[in-house]
């Protein structure tokens, strides 16, 4: 079967890769109908995250279960279903406090060795381990490119809003506008949020936080700073939410945040970074941080997507067949893109 391959910083490539088969007895096999272009495989692919040369990536998908193993139970051959970008056993300690994200035997798509040796999403077939936990039907009549998002993009979104505990009337922040930031605008909306204030440099990209009932704030043309303190009289946002992953981001999330006020470290952080702790700790301020907890999370953004409530179709801007993978990184890469959506 064809697949999407690392191979060197900045080249991917189509490969031809062994079909996948089932191993243990709760593993599902799916057919990938639509699969995203992630910011996280940008990572990858520009050798941030380093990978071993031919493993195939992506994690996010939507497909239809080919086969499934004795203790598969809650999918069936022939459903169509979406995944979260990883798997957990269900039964460790962390699993049974429901921290499925920080599982001891999680294992991410499509990233390699270093996470657990799962082959990625971005191909034909995917072998899915612990599918109870991992799968769930795509809801009837919703489209794949809208089930997509459900499995990281919405969830980690939906994560980054909820872990500020974020309350009707509160104003809030998002800082980076890709595609979880942009769903953070409408996940914070729908929480209730009296004002989001959408910040990026990118115009197309602070058009669509508009669309989306947002503020924009352009990060250089204004001063941000300026612009938070005239809208809120001196004050702070309630809640800011960092969905860049750059130190100069997570500093910026701690001014405009209020005194008591909730900073969320959504952005991928793989190094040391320096925060101003002194500015931290004589605001109080709590700062919510890690990977989104998807698979606690998936049920409830499903209900949102399949309401309406939340609406991704905006976000999708380009289709391409898996074969032109290699076009989709470079486009994305140029930051031309906000989610691309390759079909095997
Ligand atoms: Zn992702
Ligand atoms: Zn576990």
């Known amino acids: 079967m064809r697949a999407v391959t690392f191979q060197a910083p900045g080249e991917v490539r189509i490969e031809h ?6 191993v243990a007895p709760d593993d599902a096999i799916v057919a990938v109908e639509a699969t995203g272009i992630c910011g996280s495989d940008l990572h990858i ?12 990536i992506g ?5 239809t279960v080919l086969a499934a193993g004795d203790q598969v139970t809650r999918v069936r051959e022939g459903d169509r279903v979406l995944g979260c970008f990883l798997t957990a056993c269900g039964t460790c300690f962390f699993c049974l406090r429901g921290a499925y994200h920080k599982c001891d035997f999680s294992r991410v798509f499509g990233h390699g060795s270093g996470l657990g040796s799962l082959e ?6 995917l072998l899915v381990p612990r599918a109870n936990l991992t799968l769930r039907p795509v809801p009837e009549g919703m489209g794949a490119e809208t089930a997509l998002f459900a499995g990281d993009v919405a969830g980690t979104a939906y994560h980054a809003v909820t872990s500020t505990r974020l309350a009707p009337g509160e104003l809030a922040g998002v ?16 929480s209730g949020a009296a004002a989001v204030y959408a910040v990026d440099s ?3 990209r602070l058009a669509v936080a508009e669309s989306f009932g947002a503020t924009a704030i ?16 001196g004050r702070g946002l309630d809640v800011v939410i960092d969905a860049v992953g750059h130190p100069s981001a997570l500093d910026t999330a701690i001014r405009l945040a209020r005194k008591a006020g909730r900073v969320s470290a959504t952005g991928v952080y793989a190094e040391r970074c320096e925060v101003h702790m002194g500015l931290v700790w004589i605001k109080s301020l709590t700062i919510e941080s890690g990977q989104a907890n998807v698979i606690a999370h998936v049920d409830p953004v499903l209900e949102l997507l399949g309401a309406g409530v939340l609406d991704p179709s905006p976000l999708v801007t380009h289709h391409m067949p898996l074969d032109e993978a290699a076009e989709g990184y470079a486009i994305y890469d140029r930051r031309e893109a906000l989610k691309i959506v390759l079909t095997p």
């Open 17 to 22: 890769k062994p079909e996948p088969e089932l």
């Open 175 to 190: 800082l980076g506008l890709g595609p979880v930031g942009l769903m953070a605008v409408q996940v914070a909306k729908a």
């Open 202 to 204: 990118v115009r197309e």
């Open 218 to 233: 352009h990060l250089t043309e204004q001063d941000v700073r300026e612009e938070i303190k005239r809208a809120t009289g």
């Open 59 to 63: 994690h996010e998908y939507v497909g």
């Open 45 to 56: 692919f520009h050798g941030r995250v380093p990978i071993e040369p031919g493993f195939t």
């Open 120 to 125: 990625g999403a971005q191909a034909e077939r």
